[in-house]
């Protein structure tokens, strides 16, 4: 299989290219480094089955010869990022979403979108399954995100309804694990940045608030069995074994982010305090993932607790220089 991976140099696409090459396929990296790091992928630069192309994909694409699948992965992912990028955390939603569709009707190839929880807004419905529409605040400061995604599952459903694309959608929740960013301001990587450097944990509002955690390795698992998996519906036929429509790919235990703070003091013996701080606007106040469709369809759900999870990711910063400036 040759696929492009849109945003393969982030967080999950590098992590994703990691896999595919590893499977033995070919990859294609376009990425405008925005959020990205070049150092994600460094070790594939060079090698016969490995590509990358400094490209903002908000653009034209083109990709000379055959292609097989194109993930579209790009776009700024963590709070911080997409508040400070909101143009073009729209744009690669929208425009990006669209160039990455054409691309893929062009070369007949599979699509496959990385959704978000944030389509579910702050939900009303708990757990989110798939068949819920979602609490969306359109023009509050986190709408550039949850907008932009919404319409780009809108557009890719477009795709495959009128041209017949084969189009897949995973929501991804809360990720972590190595090589996301130290100050790319998620509460994994600030917890623990804040914890290895004995400054104090920033819990936002009363830390009541929930979030259902996934290590990286089970979250690309998901993504592959949904990225490899052979459309045997009917095309028409709505059924729990669409492949078209979304599916959550998360890991359904949940914690309130006081409790991740704790955990997170516990495994560094970490003695800083923990200082609350005003909640951000719109923060949702409960998020956690019904996991039955993906486990139904793709016979899958995470292994990794997040005690094993959140050690290895600690491993991994305290690998790096933390106190790095980005
Ligand atoms: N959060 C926090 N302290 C931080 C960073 C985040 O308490 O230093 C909270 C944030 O308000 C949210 C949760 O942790 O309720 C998860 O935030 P994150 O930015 O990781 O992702 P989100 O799920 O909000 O997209």
Same mark, same amino acid.
């Given at each position: 299989m040759k696929t492009l991976i849109t945003g393969g140099a982030g967080f999950l696409g590098s992590h994703l290219v990691d896999r595919l090459i590893a499977d033995g396929h070919e990859v294609i990296v376009f990425d405008n480094l925005l959020t990205g790091r070049i150092d994600n992928i460094a070790h594939h630069l060079g090698t016969e089955t490995f590509k990358f192309v400094k490209q903002d994909v908000t653009e034209y694409l083109y990709v000379a010869g055959r292609l097989d699948a194109v993930v579209h992965f790009a776009s700024p992912a963590s709070p911080i990022d997409y508040l400070q990028l909101p143009i073009q955390t729209l744009k690669v939603g929208s425009l990006g979403t669209h160039k990455a569709l054409g691309l893929a009707r062009e070369k007949g190839a599979r699509f496959l979108l990385a959704s978000t929880s944030e389509t579910y807004g702050d939900p009303q419905v708990h757990p989110q399954r798939e068949d819920y529409w979602g609490h969306v605040n359109p023009v509050g400061p986190r709408g550039v995100y949850d907008e932009a995604k919404r319409f780009a599952e809108a557009m890719t459903m477009a795709y495959h309804r009128y041209h017949g694309v084969d189009t897949r959608i995973a929501r991804i929740f809360n990720t972590?694990?190595? #090589?996301?960013?130290?100050?790319?301001?998620?509460?994994?990587? $600030?917890?623990? &940045?804040?914890?290895?450097?004995? %400054?104090?944990?920033?819990?936002?509002?009363?830390?009541?608030q929930t979030r259902s955690f996934c290590y990286v390795s089970d979250l690309i698992d998901g993504i592959v069995r949904l990225l490899y998996l052979e459309d +045997?519906?009917?095309? %028409? =036929?709505?059924?729990?074994?669409?492949? +078209?429509?979304?599916?959550?790919?998360? $890991?359904?235990?949940?914690?309130?982010?006081?409790?991740?703070? +704790?955990? &997170?003091? #516990?495994?560094? $013996?970490?003695?800083?305090?923990?200082?609350?701080?005003?909640?951000?606007?719109?923060?949702? =106040?409960? #998020? =956690?993932?019904?996991?039955?469709?993906?486990?139904?369809?793709?016979?899958w759900r995470p292994i990794v607790p997040l005690e094993e999870g959140l050690a290895k990711t600690i491993q991994y910063f305290s690998e790096i220089a933390t106190g790095r400036e980005e």
């Open positions: 972590y694990g190595g #090589r996301m960013r130290p100050r790319d301001g998620r509460v994994v990587s $600030n917890f623990i &940045v804040q914890a290895l450097a004995g %400054e104090p944990l920033t819990v936002y509002g009363e830390g009541t +045997h519906c009917h095309k %028409e =036929q709505a059924s729990d074994l669409d492949v +078209h429509s979304p599916v959550n790919i998360g $890991n359904p235990v949940e914690f309130t982010v006081v409790q991740l703070a +704790h955990e &997170v003091k #516990r495994q560094t $013996n970490s003695k800083s305090p923990v200082e609350f701080k005003p909640l951000p606007i719109d923060d949702p =106040q409960v #998020r =956690q993932p019904d996991i039955a469709r993906a486990n139904k369809l793709l016979e």
